[in-house]
Structures are given as structure tokens and as C-alpha cells.
């Protein structure tokens, strides 16, 4: 049984830095691509940063590129993500997944996400 369940989020000031992670079990975790995904209030869900199985391959979205690193552990299933300089715009529940399985699959897995709120 696939489930991903994420941590770290939390209420964070304007250019302010937070870790996030992803605990990921019912897969070869280190055999699959995984990524970070956002969902803001009335705005769809968007992917933001992805990492190959072996971790050589890295993508972020334009939005988030030069401030959020993504990384893995593959011995402990988990995978990352460093948030630094956080704007409000940022504000969004954070969820994991994999961006490479159909997207039938993929809906079948999403956990319940970690919420982070950028404010003074």
C-alpha cells in the first residue's frame, strides 16, 4: 500500500526559511522520480520541484527556482524540501508524489499534505 505523508510546514515570516519532508512507503522509492506539489486557496495544484530516482536529475518551476532545493535519502524513503527567502506567495498546503505514474495512480496517493503560511 502506497502512502506519503508529509511534515514540516508551519507559519513562517517574509524571507524566512522552512524544511519540508516526505515520508514515502509501498514503493522501491530509489526506482521512481518524486516531486513537491502545491495547492494555494482557490488555485489548482501545481508542481514545483522534482528529482529523479537516483537524485542526478533535478527541475524546479520558474516561481521557486534559485530558493527551494529539493533532495532525497533513498535509505530512509524520504524526500525534502529546503524553502528559503519565503514570500507570501509561497502560502499553500505542500504535498509529495510521483509526477511520472498516471495520473490515476497519482490520485490515488495523495496524503494530507503539510500547510505553510508566509506572514508578518
Known amino acids: 500500500q502506497v502512502q506519503l505523508v508529509e511534515s514540516g510546514g508551519g507559519l513562517v515570516q517574509p524571507g524566512g526559511s522552512l524544511r519540508l519532508a516526505c515520508q514515502a512507503s509501498?514503493?522501491?522509492?530509489?526506482?521512481?522520480?518524486i516531486g513537491w506539489y502545491r495547492q494555494a486557496p482557490g488555485k489548482e495544484r501545481e508542481l514545483v520541484a522534482t528529482?529523479?530516482?537516483?537524485?542526478?536529475?533535478?527541475n524546479y518551476s520558474d516561481s521557486v527556482k534559485g530558493r527551494f532545493t529539493i533532495s532525497r535519502d533513498n535509505a530512509k524513503n524520504t524526500v525534502f524540501l529546503q524553502m528559503n527567502s519565503l514570500k507570501p506567495e509561497d502560502t499553500a498546503v505542500y504535498y509529495c508524489?510521483?509526477?511520472?505514474?498516471?495520473?490515476?495512480?497519482?490520485?490515488?496517493?495523495w496524503g494530507q499534505g503539510t500547510q505553510v503560511t508566509v506572514s508578518s
Open positions: 509501498g514503493y522501491t522509492f530509489s526506482d521512481y522520480a
Open positions: 528529482i529523479s530516482g537516483a537524485g542526478g536529475r533535478i
Open positions: 508524489n510521483y509526477p511520472e505514474l498516471h495520473v490515476k495512480q497519482r490520485n490515488a496517493y
